[in-house]
């Protein structure tokens, strides 16, 4: 076995990678339920970890806490099974791609959260939302707050450090940079991000994305449509023109009856 410079072993290295993938894989899956099914009935983070069988406190934990590995094999195939996204995602093997995010914040949020209560992480993101909105942190911590009528209101006070509040700051920010990338996922036409895509377009839709190519196509075609200008259609005789609107009626007409179609499922 190779050793590097430090004592640490090449397969030491490989190990602490895998982890770290498990941890970062695995909140984005629990971070896009939130993102996609928050507004939806039945889309609370209990049915979250009722849908894939994982006790709260093993998921955010062992999993995100210690990219905990065991009985991984079973969960990736399942998980698979529900969403297409690569088994290989959910063993570690394979990481979600995320635009403009480092190893180095991925690292420090997940240290972050992992170190913190739930309860107490609800704290202090409440705190440093209020710091971003302007509020004096002194006040916060006293308990006031000041309602839409401009009444001042006192509540229990906050028992927070300093070093608590630049967590607090640590994980919005993070969270804000997080949920916009994985928001505007199913707006990109990237081969590059097709296993975050699939795990997005599941958790928003609730069902399987068959064929990303196909589905690129049509989102390729539609987009060619969405750039015609009028400068573009005053260049098309009548002929041509009648028959653009012809196509143009009987795409809607296919459309919308396969909406009603999805709806009433």
């Known amino acids: 076995m190779r050793i590097l410079e430090g004592g640490v072993t090449v397969s030491?290295?490989?190990?602490?990678?895998?982890?770290?993938?498990?941890?970062i894989n695995y909140f984005v899956l629990k971070r896009a339920w939130y993102i996609f099914r928050k507004k939806k009935k039945n889309g609370n983070m209990d049915k979250f970890y009722h849908l894939i069988d994982i006790d709260r406190n093993v998921y955010n934990g062992k999993i995100l806490g210690d990219g905990y590995t065991i009985k991984l094999k079973k969960?990736?195939?399942?998980?698979?099974?529900?969403?297409l996204v690569d088994e290989r995602v959910f063993k570690?093997?394979?990481a979600l791609e995320i635009d403009d995010i480092s190893?180095?914040?991925w690292t420090k949020y997940l240290d972050t959260i992992a170190a913190i209560p739930e309860i107490k992480q609800r704290t202090l993101r409440m705190v440093a939302n209020r710091i971003k909105k302007g509020e004096a942190l002194e006040r916060i911590l006293k308990g006031?707050?000041?309602?839409?009528?401009?009444?001042l209101i006192y509540t229990k006070k906050i028992d927070v450090t300093v070093d608590d509040v630049?967590?607090?700051?640590?994980?919005?920010?993070?969270?804000?940079?997080i949920d916009k990338a994985i928001s505007e996922v199913l707006e990109v036409d990237s081969k590059e991000r097709e296993e975050l895509y699939k795990l997005s377009y599941y958790m928003q839709s609730?069902?399987?994305?068959?064929?990303?190519?196909?589905?690129m196509s049509a989102k390729e075609a539609i987009n060619k449509l969405n750039a015609l200008k009028l400068s573009?259609?005053?260049k098309m005789d009548e002929i041509k023109l009648k028959q653009y609107i012809e196509i143009l009626s009987r795409q809607l007409k296919l459309a919308e009856a396969t909406m009603v179609l999805k709806t009433e499922k």
Do not use: P
């Open 12 to 23: 030491e290295l490989d190990k602490a990678d895998r982890k770290l993938k498990i941890r």
């Open 103 to 105: 190893i180095e914040e």
């Open 232 to 234: 573009d259609l005053a």
């Open 75 to 83: 969960l990736a195939k399942e998980l698979n099974d529900m969403t």
């Open 206 to 215: 609730g069902s399987k994305m068959n064929d990303f190519s196909e589905l």
């Open 166 to 177: 630049e967590s607090g700051k640590t994980m919005i920010n993070f969270e804000e940079k």
């Open 144 to 151: 006031e707050y000041v309602d839409k009528d401009g009444k």
């Open 92 to 94: 570690g093997e394979m």
